[in-house]
């Protein structure tokens, strides 16, 4: 479960396992194990709201490596900053914190307009409630 500055889900590519900066990651040898880091690192991202941060203490808790981190700088996937890594590009594609509590707020307002409509269901129903994962 996210935290409460955070997101469950993160957009990633599509065409991850053609991007040239993976493919090049991947035609080292253990470089599958730094890809892993990198995906995981974006749930790591999202989880904590971290806006593309990875602090350098949260490295071997998305399985990584100091060398690891240093393939991903020099592939152009990270970037050096002073908390430990940026991801490259994560806030041109991942919703910021504002954005997810002004859509949040927007959610409880429309389902309390609902229930308040129907007159059968108390407004106070409309409460955050863990999200499940579609099917």
Known sequence: MALETGVEWVRTEASIYRNHKVL???GQPNGWRTAVVY??????AGENGASGIIPKL???IIQGTAKDA???VDA???????EGWKIHDYDLYQP???YIQRRSEAGRKGAAARWAKRGDAPIKAVEDSPGEPPI
């Open 58 to 60: 949260a490295l071997p």
């Open 70 to 72: 240093q393939r991903l």
């Open 96 to 98: 910021d914190a504002a």
């Open 39 to 44: 995906w995981f690192s974006y749930g790591y």
């Open 24 to 26: 090049g990651l991947l």
């Open 76 to 82: 152009g996937l990270w970037e050096p900053s002073p």
